[in-house]
């Protein structure tokens, strides 16, 4: 017997590839344009932004933004085997530039009132990592 097989039939957790030479970029700058544009499939990279522009009060950029880092995700995520739900784990670092991503994309549509994204957006969130809605929501 597999000691760690699923026996909920729970999809199992998707965990991004990490991104070293984009992460060092990020982590080495205080803007990150030039690092969305050198890395544009680097979620992180957009979300910074997104949140940026949100502290800025330019809520459509935000917007734009966002909605980037989350399609790029997305891409990612379907490429490492996710169909569509299932566990996103905040804990592995990879996956967080999506999650960062996906909140900021609600946060954005809640200021240009698009309530039906703002909610679907935090559904998603809570629904994919639990600790990801508490680190960002509080």
Same mark, same amino acid.
């Given at each position: 017997?597999?000691? @760690?097989?699923?026996?909920?039939?729970?999809p199992? +957790?998707?965990?991004?590839?990490?991104?070293?030479?984009?992460?060092? &970029?990020?982590?080495?700058?205080?803007? !990150?344009?030039?690092?969305?544009? %050198?890395? !544009?499939?680097?979620?992180? &990279? *957009?979300? %910074?932004?997104? +949140?940026? /522009?949100?502290?800025?009060?330019? !809520?459509?950029?935000?917007?734009?933004?966002?909605?980037?880092?989350?399609?790029?995700?997305?891409?990612?995520?379907?490429? #490492?085997? *996710?169909?569509? @739900?299932?566990?996103? !784990? *905040? +804990? @592995?670092?990879?996956?967080?530039?999506?999650?960062? &991503?996906? @909140? &900021?994309?609600?946060? =954005? #549509? /809640?200021?240009?009132?698009d309530?039906?994204?703002? +909610? %679907?957006?935090a559904?998603?969130? %809570?629904? #994919? #990592?639990?600790? =990801?809605?508490? =680190?960002?929501?509080?």
């Amino acid at each position: 017997m597999n000691m @760690h097989q699923n026996l909920l039939n729970e999809p199992p +957790e998707t965990r991004l590839a990490d991104h070293p030479e984009a992460r060092e &970029a990020l982590a080495a700058s205080d803007d !990150p344009t030039p690092v969305a544009g %050198r890395f !544009p499939e680097y979620s992180a &990279a *957009w979300a %910074r932004l997104a +949140e940026l /522009a949100l502290a800025d009060g330019q !809520p459509v950029t935000a917007y734009a933004y966002a909605r980037t880092g989350y399609h790029r995700g997305l891409d990612q995520l379907r490429r #490492s085997g *996710w169909k569509g @739900h299932g566990p996103i !784990p *905040w +804990e @592995h670092e990879p996956n967080q530039g999506f999650l960062r &991503a996906l @909140h &900021a994309l609600g946060q =954005a #549509s /809640a200021e240009i009132g698009d309530t039906e994204e703002a +909610e %679907r957006c935090a559904t998603f969130l %809570r629904e #994919s #990592s639990a600790e =990801a809605d508490k =680190a960002l929501n509080g």
